[in-house]
């Protein structure tokens, strides 16, 4: 895995071809360069460790004004199969809600750790991504991961988090309130992937946790993602069908993205039915439009826009979400993201219209 000085110079040779933008889990990157995911992640699917791609690319094109050295360049390389990486969040959020004093909080909002084992070179990987603060360390993936000679299709087994849609950076979207399959909620299972020419699919079962539920072996979780990517375009369906003694949830997803210029657009709508055991069931929906601006190199300027309607049998219940985020990343490693968040619930509720003000400080490698 030790990146050659040949390997090296045509990673960076791509990486200017491809322009600016960022190596960690934000899809709207994958449009601006039109490719997949796995091109910047050791994970097909996206989020978690960078591979030898992302890692330069990270350094070369995303700061602003990245700071040259004779060091060389950090790629996680530790042993020769061995590769390491993390991320630190560091948020300080102010909260105004109507007749209410204004709330504050400084904390860390997570930390992680990852780390891949090539033990057969590009065919074999092991894989673990820890939170390991705030509180107690938690394990969030640990799977292994097969692939195909030709790395047209891959078998993976473990703790992982589920395909479904995008992975914003935001989790609090309210597209994940209504799927539940979020980057704070991995599941155990198999998930066959099928990646080819423009083409990627997965094929997933798992144990399931049913909105939430205790895992129960008399469940399953089956789920199915199709996407097709074009260099300035792509368009993708999700469906997950989540059945245990408690509930049955069937969410179904639409997520595509567009290139526009400096624009990128991203739009997801997702649609949950929920159904439970001798009480009525609750429909849901949410979606998301996102435009991403590249101001300047290492300069993005972030507008999205989220309707959720929590229970399409109760009337005048819909909430709406507006943000508008700036982020700067002036040196390699490092970014600052500043923004706010708008909330618009049910008239008479002091809680669901409140205005979110925040910064972050976030380090990678």
Not at 234 to 262: C, E, Q, V, W, Y
Not at 290 to 302: H, M, S, T, V, Y
Not at 329 to 345: E, H, K, L, S, W
Request: a negative charge; glycine letters at 10%; proline letters at 5%.
């Amino acid at each position: 895995m030790t990146i050659s000085g040949r390997y090296l110079t045509v990673l960076l040779t791509l990486a200017s071809l491809l322009g600016g933008g960022r190596a960690f889990a934000e899809p709207y990157l994958a449009v601006r360069m039109g490719l997949k995911c796995e091109t910047c992640h050791v994970n097909p699917t996206g989020g978690g460790l960078r591979s030898d791609f992302g890692d330069v690319f990270a350094q070369t094109q995303l700061p602003a004004h990245p700071i040259r050295g004779n060091w060389g360049l950090w790629t996680g390389e530790v042993a020769k199969w061995l590769r390491v990486g993390g991320d630190l969040r560091y948020d300080a959020n102010f909260t105004e809600t109507p007749h209410a004093t204004t709330s504050h909080r400084l904390a860390v909002q997570q930390g992680r750790l990852y780390a891949e084992a090539e033990v057969v070179p590009n065919r074999l990987i092991f894989y673990a991504d820890a939170q390991v603060t705030p509180g107690t360390a938690l394990d969030r993936e640990a799977y292994a991961i097969f692939w195909s000679a030709a790395h047209d299709w891959y078998i993976k087994g473990g703790r992982m988090y589920l395909p479904f849609g995008f992975r914003f950076e935001d989790q609090t979207a309210f597209v994940y309130d209504v799927s539940s399959i979020t980057m704070y909620s991995p599941d155990n299972g198999l998930e066959f992937g099928w990646l080819r020419g423009h083409w990627d699919a997965q094929l997933t079962v798992s144990e399931g946790t049913a909105a939430g539920a205790v895992p129960s072996s008399s469940g399953k979780e089956y789920g199915l993602q199709v996407s097709y990517v074009e260099s300035a375009w792509r368009l993708g369906i999700a469906a997950n069908d989540d059945d245990s003694p408690f509930a049955r949830r069937k969410i179904l997803g639409a997520f595509g993205g567009l290139r526009t210029g400096p624009v990128e657009w991203l739009a997801e709508v997702d649609s949950v039915e929920n159904e439970y055991a001798g009480a009525k069931g609750v429909t849901q929906a949410a979606a998301l439009l996102e435009a991403d601006w590249l101001i300047a190199p290492g300069n993005n300027l972030k507008v999205t826009f989220e309707p959720y309607d929590p229970d399409r049998d109760v009337r005048d219940n819909r909430k709406t979400r507006l943000s508008l985020v700036y982020e700067l990343t002036p040196v390699q490693f490092v970014q600052v993201r500043a923004g706010v968040r708008d909330y618009n619930g049910p008239r008479g509720i002091d809680s669901e219209n409140s205005t979110l003000f925040f910064i972050q400080l976030h380090g990678f490698f």
